[in-house]
């Protein structure tokens, strides 16, 4: 029972960290973008933002990728990057007995960091989140994923406290 | 015995009469000239009736279209054929019979990173002599994508080159220090001519003749000279614009696609002082080349124009009138396969390149002729 609570834990502080870490990269791209239009002499109101921000976030649902066949979108892809990150922190943890948060808020950094790398060896060094083009860019981008890994130590321990709270009275 | 006869007969004459009078529906007919190209990315006709093709791998062909035969031409620079780089466009120049001159555009390999480079040469007997090169777009990149590379004589002898945005670089099309989404105009000798359009920002590059664009892969000019381009857009936002010196067509300030993650590229359709094309197309059909059509082999194609395109796999004919477009008709879609590039030949005929893409060697020359010849 307590392994079931375990993995629920892990599974909900995992999609809250997907989903955050995703929306905050999708909601840089599309400061990024703007940003770069208003350099350009165009005025961004308000109304222009919110509705690129929440066409971004549709966006994000179209494919990106086609692996072996199946259509992977954004979300998808920063889902699948996280968990491949968070798995390997934790079998480091059982190894190496590192803080919680650093280590789970490195792997969140070189998990996002890692989407950008494998689609540039996939593509022929082709940056397919465009504010990431620019080290700047990347460097917001990577902050975000740590901040997604931090999310993930967090609320994992939050969850499990939350799950086992009956049994623990 | 005798019912399966019959029945086998009925069963022959009724697919003849469908097929007959599919076939009379058509007033053209297909042809493969040749099957076994290795990613073919251009054909251009020399004076005696031959093709030349080139081939993305770095290859220059000849075929000929009597003899059914293919020779290798010697002695071509070597490319960095990888992605979407390698031989990509050939040119004749325009007094090809008095000089022999023909240019290729071709990326290469530098240390500040691969590029765009056009260089001419002498075809002397299968072999390129006196290459030069004569262009080096200022567009250094890692990627090996958004070349353009479409080489387009006009009427007063220079040049147009069309250098794509590099991908990764789109931003810089709006820039005029650089060659990234631009097309370049040049003498045939790489000089620059005297008459380019001024733009005001000192560091403006003197070759640019239009900036804002981002892949175009079609180049061609109408029977009164006036110039044609279209572009790859990204998710959407294949564009065909009409070319004006010193002109901004817009990306990626403007654009009708949006980014391959589905994000906003621009919310921003139109500009003032940034051009709209003439037509575009959403969802993408990824435009790969273009020719107008002026021959009386098929008297109601005359001076229309034919656009191929790899994605959609097919040809799309458009009639145009005061520079607009009045109607659109795809074609060719029995050819099964992406459209790499559709010419129209000295006889009249449409030549079709397929690039046999994921497939060595599987790239087709198709002869579109009339049916009833």
Redesign the interface.
Known sequence: MYLIKLFSSLLMAQILSAILTSFFILFQNTIWNILWLKTQGFNISFVILFQSLLHDLRGGLSPMLIQWGIPINMYGIIFIALSSGYLLAAIVRLIIPINSIFLYGFAGFASVYGIIFFTKITFDEIVLISSTRELMGLLIFCFIGLLGGIIFSQFKEFFLKVLTYEKNN | MKKIIKYLLIFIIFFSLTYSVDAKDKIYKLETLYDGLDMPWDIDFLPNGDFLVSELTGKLKIYNPSFKTLITVSNVPSVLA??QGGLSDIELHPDFELNNLIYLSYSIKTREGNTLQVSRAKLHKNTLIDIETIHTAQAF?????HYGARLLFLNDNTLLISSGDG?????KA?ELDNHFGKILRINDDGSIPNDNPIFKKDNALKDIFTYGHRNQQGLTKDINGIIYSHEHGP?GGDELNIIYPGLNYGWP?ITYG???????????KK?KGMEQPIKYWTPSIALSDMTFYYSNLFPEWYGNLFISALSSADVRRLVIKDKMVVSEEIMFEEIGSRIRSIKSSKDGNLIILTDGRGKKNSGKIIKVSPNNL
Not at chain 2, 167 to 171: D, M
Not at chain 2, 258 to 268: A, E, L, R, V
Request: proline share 4%; charged share 30%.
């Open positions: 990888r992605s990149r890692k990627t090996s994508a991908f990764n670089h789109r931003e709006q998710k300030a949006i980014d391959y993650n589905g994000s906003i590229i621009s919310p921003f500009k």
